[in-house]
């Protein structure tokens, strides 16, 4: 592969995760400003940094270096399932590529380019619709401007002001000046990149929690030792907001007694005896079927996404999997089988689903519902879903297959019968052919 896309694919690999540039430079060992000159390939890695760099992305070393040119074959193959309508010669790929490396490294920068701005239109779509602290922030500025104007009118339009109440509004005036100046400081930090986000505390609690559990690959290993909750807990005492380290010190103590009834080495075992559905799980270890995706999902080198949710359908976790888009500030895909796992309490729901997108890619997805009364009979029913999402190699044929997408702003499925709100992407779906 030209060594014009090894930064790419890096890049590539680090958002698909939903890591930070500054998380995975600091667990490689190395500045956060030599990672972004790697990825937007001004210099060239190491064989040492690039090792670890597949460590902490959890890929091998071959894929991201220079010389992988099998990752070459697989980005045209995946660029070739994007066009609709268009039968590109497959069997011909390697070829193309041997005779025109330079050509098949354009196809697949763009093929990536293009998933990456996809990405880039659902994130800012989450954050500025359904993302609180921005809500917040653009409240404090305007509120801060409405002072700074009105004390300014009132300064210039009364001639006859006492010089005690004269220097009350010139006092006021500077301190709605300070607040609006701090408040557009902070505003500006937060749009400008995510790397700085959870730094300056800006982002939610949730996002916090899950940004730490992404750059640690998802993997709570420590877990299975002596002192590992006391080792992971000192590790999220790091985290910048006093929410996320609540939130996530309970998903530890959650996730720690869970793994004691269903340590890893166990549950290695019996997926690898084709002992992989979660209720049967649940019945032999006394965990709830909740907990068994729970620790499906978290099984260093799984594959496997989940989603869980409460009630109100609002996203309590969200492990992402490669193809299948999760928001990241709720209002989800009201086809999402989670939705109507939350109407039939501890009825199992399987679906194989197609989540739209530029290439066509099928999920099993497992669902399921469970209630608690924390509160006895006399006291309200609280009911928790979730959604484990598994790669299905099965032939399209093989079943019926779902077709949903991950929230109506950014889904280009035009004919779809829960649409709340026209898409933004609405006209470029219509132009791919998709339906």
């Known amino acids: 592969m030209p060594a014009s896309l090894t930064g790419s694919l890096i890049r590539e690999r680090r958002l698909a995760l ?90 697949a920068a763009q093929h990536h380019r293009a998933a990456q701005l996809e990405r880039a239109v659902g994130a800012l779509n989450d954050r500025l ?37 004269r220097e009350r509004f010139h006092q006021n005036l500077h301190q709605d000046s300070e607040r609006l100046a701090a408040g557009a400081e902070a505003l500006v930090a937060y749009l400008d990149g995510s790397d700085t986000a959870v730094d300056t505390g800006l982002a939610a609690p949730q996002e916090e929690v899950e940004s730490w559990l992404a750059a640690r690959g998802w993997q709570l290993a420590e877990l299975e030792q002596p002192e590992g909750l006391a080792q992971l807990l000192a590790e999220v005492a790091g985290l910048a907001s006093a929410a996320a380290r609540s939130l996530a010190a309970d998903f530890l103590r959650q996730a720690a007694a869970e793994a004691q009834l269903l340590p890893d080495t166990a549950l290695r075992a019996a997926l690898a005896r084709g002992e992989d559905d979660p209720a049967v799980l649940a019945q032999r270890t006394g965990l709830s079927v909740l907990a068994v995706m729970r620790r499906i999902a978290l099984l260093p080198g799984s594959v496997a996404g989940l989603v869980i949710c409460d009630a109100s359908g609002t996203l309590l976790f969200r492990k992402p999997v490669d193809g299948f888009a999760l928001p990241r500030f709720g ?33 099993r997805t497992l669902s399921i519902c469970e209630t608690r009364l924390p509160q006895g009979f006399a006291g309200p029913e609280l009911r928790e879903a979730a959604m484990l999402i598994l790669p299905d190699d099965a032939p399209r044929a093989a079943g019926a297959v779902l077709a949903l997408g991950s929230s109506c702003r950014i889904c280009p499925r035009g004919r779809c019968p829960a649409r709340r709100e026209p898409s933004i992407l609405a006209e470029a779906g219509a132009a791919a052919g998709v339906q």
């Open 18 to 107: 939903g890591l930070r540039q500054g998380d995975v430079a600091q667990a490689v060992g190395i500045s956060a400003s030599y990672l972004n000159l790697i990825e937007h390939n001004r210099r060239r890695v190491g064989a040492e940094v690039l090792a670890r760099l597949a460590g902490v992305l959890g890929t091998e070393t071959a894929i991201l270096s220079e010389g992988a040119g099998g990752a070459l074959i697989d980005d045209l193959r995946a660029a070739a399932s994007t066009a609709p309508g268009i039968q590109p010669e497959l069997d011909r790929i390697e070829d193309f590529a041997g005779r025109f490396p330079g050509w098949a490294a354009v196809l």
């Open 129 to 165: 619709t359904h993302d609180p602290h921005l809500s917040a922030s653009l409240h404090e500025v305007l509120s801060a401007l409405a002072s700074v104007r009105s004390t300014a009118a009132i300064l210039a339009d009364t001639e006859d002001i006492e010089p005690d109440w």
């Open 331 to 363: 209002a989800a895909c009201p086809l999402w089988p989670l939705f109507a796992a939350l109407a039939r309490p501890m009825l199992p729901l399987v679906e194989r689903v197609e989540p739209a997108g530029r290439a066509a890619r099928v999920f």
